[in-house]
């Protein structure tokens, strides 16, 4: 029984070893974060695995070679047909987001695209609260909910019904959301993204204080160089890269877990907060919490380390 316990065992640590290795080129920077994004598209291909397991594995140990051979095999096609897109993926559907701010003074924007890539940047020549384009899967929805009391603006932006699973094809079926924010108008902003990529550029908002959570996924950040404001950046596994403009200091407390941390050289640390050298006197300055479960996180001046 021992014996037969022990040949049944050969997907389950080949899985982990498999991950383990996709872990191991992510911190040695060989390996872009975002492949954590196709692995959890790819996610069936586990359940294919188990039952291969129980259905060939556990009978001998040539059956547990013949499960592991087939899965393998049923992963490799998996990602061949993400690579090429063979025309059965799902077609697109754009939304065109206009905002208008009706007359508010402060703004509190929700943003939660849930599966995909989101673009956030300052919205120039332009009086909207929000202005943009977000592209669906064709069983997606965006949900909307505008209102305004007291001179304060509340925005909330969702996506619903989000294809878990596989999506193959290529570039031309990713779900993105573009989106740009007022400049006028103080923003409390708050992002969630399931699995995904972020590219957050805030240069020339102004921030009273902003929240960002990513489950799975690449997260960059460039913070806005004038204010005095907060920030709370999270994710589970992935990268993190938030990039402090000329001319904002800032006081930085760093949670990881099984993460790596960088941090720009000049910066004076005790425990687990670290300062920028001119934070106490600062007028722009900001007071930011990151945290990293598994991945890397990179914090770093403009145009520098």
Not at 44 to 51: D, E, M, S, T, Y
Not at 106 to 119: Q, S, Y
Not at 214 to 242: C, H, M, N, R, Y
Request: proline letters at 3%; glycine letters at 12%; one cysteine or more.
């Amino acid at each position: 029984m021992n014996e037969r316990k022990r040949r049944s065992s050969l997907i389950g640590p080949t899985i982990l070893i498999g991950l383990g290795i996709v872990f191991l080129l992510n911190n040695m920077g060989i390996l872009d974060w975002n492949v954590w994004e196709v692995i959890f598209r790819l996610w069936p291909v586990l359940l294919i695995a188990a039952g291969l397991d129980f259905l060939l594995g556990r009978r001998s140990v040539w059956g547990s070679l013949l499960a592991l051979v087939l899965t393998l095999a049923v992963l490799a096609g998996a990602l061949w047909l993400f690579g090429e897109g063979l025309g059965i993926g799902q077609a697109l559907t754009t939304e065109e987001i206009v905002q208008d701010i009706d007359g508010a003074t402060h703004a509190k924007i929700t943003l939660e695209p849930g599966i995909g890539t989101l673009h956030v940047h300052a919205l120039l020549g332009s009086t909207n609260l929000v202005e943009g384009t977000i592209h669906l899967d064709n069983k997606g929805k965006v949900i909307r909910d505008f209102a305004v009391e007291d001179g304060v603006a509340s925005f909330v932006l969702e996506s619903s019904g989000d294809t878990v699973g596989p999506i193959v094809g290529g570039p031309e079926i990713e779900r993105v959301w573009d989106l740009g924010l007022n400049v006028t108008v103080p923003l409390d902003l708050e992002i969630g993204l399931g699995v995904g990529k972020s590219n957050l550029d805030l240069t020339g908002l102004t921030l009273s204080d902003l929240a960002v959570d990513t489950a799975i996924g690449q997260t960059t950040v460039t913070l806005p160089s004038a204010g005095d404001f907060q920030a709370k950046i999270e994710g589970a596994i992935g990268q993190t890269t938030i990039i402090i403009p000329t001319g904002l200091d800032a006081r930085i407390r760093v949670d990881t877990g099984l993460a790596a941390s960088q941090l720009p050289d000049n910066y004076q640390c005790q425990d687990d907060i670290c300062t920028s050298p001119g934070y106490g006197s600062a007028e722009n300055r900001v007071d930011l919490e990151v945290s990293q479960a598994i991945g890397n996180i990179m914090i770093r001046h403009a145009g520098g380390r």
